[in-house]
């Protein structure tokens, strides 16, 4: 599962409590603003026994990055 939807599913405060970070923490990554350290990303894994995996938490970013830099490069080739 995604950590987003693992996220979205639980709630930003039950998951900022389960994984012990701030509400804040929490909010970002569900929103994917940020990405979990390796050390929380760890964690995440095991405190949702499996539920999100490391694929769960990091393929969601670089699918994003990947979106975000071929917008970047059609937009950049619609203005030259």
């Known amino acids: 599962m995604e950590l987003a939807v693992y996220i979205h599913c ?3 405060q039950a998951a900022a409590q389960l994984f012990g970070v701030t509400l804040r ?3 970002s990554w569900r929103r994917m603003e940020r990405a979990p350290s390796p050390q929380q990303a ?4 095991e405190l949702s026994e ?5 694929k ?3 393929a969601p970013y ?3 990055r990947r ?3 071929c917008r970047r490069e059609r937009i950049e080739s619609l203005e030259n």
Do not use: T
Request: glycine share 12%.
């Open 25 to 27: 923490a929490a909010s």
């Open 42 to 45: 760890l964690k995440i894994v």
């Open 62 to 64: 670089a699918r994003l």
């Open 67 to 69: 979106r975000q830099s």
């Open 56 to 58: 769960g938490i990091y």
């Open 50 to 54: 499996g539920k999100v995996d490391w």
């Open 10 to 12: 639980v709630g930003d």
